[in-house]
């Protein structure tokens, strides 16, 4: 389309309307494996934004793609017209009514918020997907989503009390329960909705057409059926039934996939929170089959939760750190599991109900083990069943795990042979594949692990999914159980429910949308399902060099394309965990995970210039991203983007050259040692107009302190103390932040330790941080090699390096394995390097250090945590080594990202987001303290961050320790 055509548009259109390179590349893909380049991207801010879209679209004829958060399997969200994305701005929950259980919600509010805001009035809405934390309500009705939970909530369609739209010609409409009277006024109005009901009465009135439907839509019992249009949900009622039950399009609607009508307002019905308590049974399988077998049984148990887990999803938690951790109830190594959640009104009623299903269980003598968990475990076990999706990223090379058979369901008493011809399917192609999901509900997680990037599997690709299909058909079951047909399963419609019924829905879709502009392509007149894929068949695989070691991820590229866009990056700052600092606070696509992976990827494949890297389009993506390495560890497939960024900065400067700025900071701790021979002229300098003048002449924010730096003399200090002989003999890493600007943080760590009867060694080193976060690679390397080499005398002899800092620390566990030219002794020395809270945690737990050495003071303190800690590291240690001290209270603060980021809080264009992330959880969190609660942050970073934005001075828990010795 014309640009003029779209800049003309832009002027007056109410909301953001983009069509630049980035924001195509941002949204061309969404979880599935389809890659279609919109026109266009629009923001709308109110109905009347959708108006004017909708009518520029019928003028234009051009389709309209409506999109949430994107999470989307099937290629819904993607198309070649304008993708509509209501995630900015249709955000708001507009009513409650507590009294009858009812919300009324925009498409754009995440499932999970919403829960959360229901919480205190002892309501919540029930369909659950592994999405929930990003997910969204529009989409959720546009896919009929169900989720974990659908044995006792159902599905979204369920819920769904009444809808407010906008017809494809622009006109209002709201659909919600009317009756037969009713209904014949509706078909009377001389209006697109009139027309829709006077063609529907034509067309569900006629008992051909419903014996049709009837005959070949998927068996009624199964709840999760989204084949299609649901036009066998509209004959049960008093109008085109015998049924004394009301009318409602929103069943119809519901699992339209955005091809019907656009949704302003959903009202839902909500339930009753479930019982309090709860307890989960893991029950362990030799086989697939045997797990299987045990479904039918347990379901007629009074289960909230029956889903299954094997082998290959299982296996996938391994590879992730923050997964390995909720793996903790895993026995052996099943083949598959089943996890089993009963809930109930006291804990004798819960013990009973255990017992009951273990009985089962035990009866049936095909599980070898049965773990029962309670309470916070119970998340643990949630969150990895959660993961499976994601997880299934971690696949090292081009053979994924592919989403297109992955949705079918069938009746549970016909669950297990049906799964048994699938296996001989796999067999036939000589496949193997992934089962997970949804067991109780008959609805397993199929997938083939194909490489979509040769033709010989994406024809194989082709022939799985017809199989399937076909094998579904034979079973009565739905190919589509909850993530909808979009592009990957629309194809098999006619399969599924009949040509006649298939002709039924084009016509259903023209009634409502005559010019064919919502959503094209998905559930009629389909895209062909192997075509428009993400990657290009057959294509010949760029050779990319790096300075970084991607060897781990078969090459930088594949590092990038591991990100299956399952969206876990956004969850926004409301959810826990980190990831992604800089989307809490723009709330835009390009700030996520997510959105950085997706458009290195395009770039690093497409791009015809020498340097691949060398595009603007990366530079803003990666501008505001904070190398937290949250999403190294949040992210189910882990992809890396503070360490993709740190290549990314160095190719490009490379290219472009390297800015002053970067050069004061990455040379920082050259500047400080030279500095720190002045140390007191230049912190009055600092403090003077002249240091005013030096923040804006190198883009320095204003408003913040330079660090004051010192000279001191750590080795006569260390001579000073009583030193224990015969102590244990540790390396204490005096850093370059330790050295010059955080000199008593190291004082504090050399009386410590002694005080407690350690050895102490010092070892001086600059662990190149400066260097990785600007991107100046070669001088990262050098410092590398060169600290791995000198420290190989102390790791030969097992002796552990223990860190004050921990980003300085744990580059030697992270960024030194790409780095080093001796992977071997990169390895030993990532394995004897330790948070100076790890070591102590470790000697606590052998008893080798106790409450005795400390003070009986009572003493509230508050933890925030250092993001490389939390991501390469734990914060429990921070936690247990303060809470050693006998009376010491001590709670983590939930804090995510402080913001500072070691120089990017510094930036003067940064530092309002610097700020503004600080805001979304610890700046609140430390002002809500009390004036004698102690604020603990282990990192140099962090303690500046809170003090400029909350005046509180923050102390390092080994800091806080050495006041608390008695010894």
């Known amino acids: 389309m014309d640009k003029n055509i779209l800049k003309k548009f832009s002027e007056s259109f109410i909301g953001d309307f983009q069509y630049d390179a980035l924001v195509r590349t941002l949204y061309a893909t969404d979880a599935s494996v389809y890659r279609k380049l919109p026109t266009a991207v629009a923001f709308p801010k109110n109905d009347e934004g959708l108006i004017q879209l909708l009518q520029f679209a019928n003028t234009h004829k051009i389709g309209l793609i409506p999109r949430t958060a994107g999470t989307s399997l099937a290629g819904q969200c993607v198309g070649e017209g304008i993708v509509v994305d209501t995630s900015r701005y249709f955000t708001q929950i507009l009513t409650l009514d507590v009294a009858n259980k009812t919300v009324t919600v925009q498409p754009g509010v995440v499932r999970d918020e919403l829960n959360m805001y229901l919480k205190p009035h002892g309501l919540q809405f029930g369909p659950n997907t592994s999405t929930s934390n990003r997910c969204m309500i529009g989409g959720m009705v546009g896919n009929n989503s169900s989720g974990t939970t659908s044995i006792q909530s159902g599905v979204t369609r369920d819920t769904i009390i009444s809808m407010k739209t906008i017809l494809a010609d622009g006109t209002r409409a709201e659909f919600k329960d009317i009756s037969a009277e009713e209904y014949e006024q509706k078909t009377k109005l001389n209006t697109l909705e009139g027309k829709i009901y006077a063609a529907l009465k034509t067309e569900l009135g006629n008992p051909v057409v419903k014996e049709e439907i009837l005959k070949e839509f998927p068996e009624p019992s199964i709840h999760r059926r989204n084949t299609g249009y649901a036009v066998d949900e509209l004959l049960f009622n008093s109008v085109f039934g015998k049924e004394d039950k009301p009318f409602n399009l929103c069943k119809l609607l519901s699992g339209s996939e955005g091809t019907l009508a656009f949704t302003t307002e959903i009202t839902l019905q909500l339930e009753t929170l479930p019982p309090a308590h709860a307890a989960m049974v893991c029950t362990h ?475 102490v060694e010092l070892f001086y080193g600059d662990s190149g941080r400066t260097y990785l976060s600007k991107g100046f690679l070669k001088q990262a390397k050098e410092l590398a090699n060169k600290n791995i080499a000198a420290l190989t005398a102390f790791t030969d002899q097992g002796l552990s390096i223990v860190g004050i800092e921990p980003s300085s620390i744990l580059s030697f566990r992270d960024e030194y394995s790409r780095l080093a030219e001796d992977k071997l002794q990169a390895e030993k020395l990532a394995s004897h390097s330790l948070l100076i809270e790890e070591f102590l945690a470790a000697e606590i737990a052998l008893n080798r250090i106790t409450a005795s050495s400390f003070t009986k003071e009572a003493k509230e303190i508050k933890i925030h945590g250092h993001c490389h800690q939390k991501s390469l590291s734990n914060q429990k240690v921070t936690f247990d080594v303060l809470n050693l001290p006998e009376n010491y209270k001590v709670a983590i603060i939930p804090s995510g990202c402080c913001g500072m980021a070691g120089s990017f809080g510094y930036e003067k264009e940064h530092y309002q987001i610097s700020m503004k992330v600080g805001e979304t959880k610890l700046f609140p969190a430390v002002r809500k303290t009390g004036s004698s609660t102690v604020i603990a942050a282990n990192g140099t970073s962090c303690r500046h961050q809170i003090k400029d934005g909350t005046g509180r001075h923050a102390l390092h828990p080994v800091t806080i320790l050495r006041s608390a010795l008695i010894v």
């Open 285 to 759: 399988y030799k086989t697939l089959e045997d797990c299987l077998t045990d479904v039918v049984p347990v379901m007629k148990h009074d289960l909230f939760l029956c889903e299954m887990m094997d082998k290959t999803i299982l296996d996938c938690t391994k590879n992730n750190r923050q997964q390995l951790a909720n793996r903790f109830f895993v026995e052996g190594d099943p083949e598959g599991l089943l996890m089993l959640e009963v809930r109930a009104h006291s804990s004798e009623e819960l013990e009973q109900k255990i017992h009951d299903l273990v009985n089962t269980v035990e009866a049936s003598g095909l599980s070898y083990a049965q773990p029962v968990l309670y309470g916070a475990d119970i998340q643990k076990a949630v969150e990895l069943r959660k993961a499976g999706l994601g997880l299934l990223g971690n696949m090292v090379g081009d053979k994924k795990a592919v989403a297109c058979i992955e949705d079918t369901a069938v009746a549970l008493d016909v669950l297990k042979p049906f799964i048994m011809e699938f296996s001989a399917i796999m067999d036939k192609y000589q496949q193997s594949a992934v089962y997970y999901a949804h067991a109780g509900a008959g609805e397993l997680h199929l997938r083939p692990i194909l490489n979509l990037k040769e033709k010989e599997d994406v024809v194989l690709f082709r022939k799985i999914t017809t199989d399937v299909a076909y094998l579904t058909k034979k079973y009565k079951g739905s190919f589509s159980g909850e993530h909808g047909d979009g592009i990957v399963r629309a194809e098999f419609i006619p399969i599924m429910i009949g040509q006649k019924n298939y002709e039924l829905l084009k016509r259903v879709k023209a009634y409502f949308d005559p010019n064919h502009i919502l959503n094209p392509g998905k559930i009629v007149d389909a895209y062909p399902m192997d075509a428009s894929l993400r990657y290009v068949v057959d294509r010949k695989e760029p050779e990319i060099s790096t300075l970084l070691d991607f060897s781990d991820s078969q090459g930088i590229l594949r590092a990038a394309e591991k990100c299956n866009g399952s969206g876990d990056c956004r969850k926004t700052e409301l959810s826990k965990g980190a990831m992604c600092p800089s989307y809490h606070a723009t709330k835009q696509e390009k700030d996520t995970t997510r959105g950085r992976a997706n458009v290195l990827r395009e770039f690093l494949t497409n791009s015809d210039k020498p340097n691949r890297f060398n595009h603007t389009e990366l530079k803003e993506v990666f501008d505001l991203c904070l190398s937290c390495k949250a999403c190294s560890s949040e992210c189910p497939s882990n992809v890396d983007v503070a360490t993709l960024k740190s290549e990314f900065q160095y190719q490009y400067q490379e290219a472009n050259g390297y800015s002053l700025r970067s050069k004061l900071f990455a040379h920082n701790t050259k500047i400080n040692a030279f500095n720190s021979k002045m140390a007191a002229l230049v912190n009055a300098t600092y403090k003077s107009p002249i240091g005013t003048l030096v923040k804006k002449l190198s883009g320095v924010a204003v408003e913040r302190e330079l660090p004051p730096v010192y000279k001191f003399n750590f080795d006569t200090f260390l001579a000073q103390q009583e030193q224990n002989t015969t102590g244990q003999k540790v390396v204490l890493f005096i850093d370059e932040f330790t050295k010059y600007l955080d000199v008593t943080v190291g004082q504090d760590a050399i009386v410590l330790l002694t005080k407690l009867g350690y050895q």
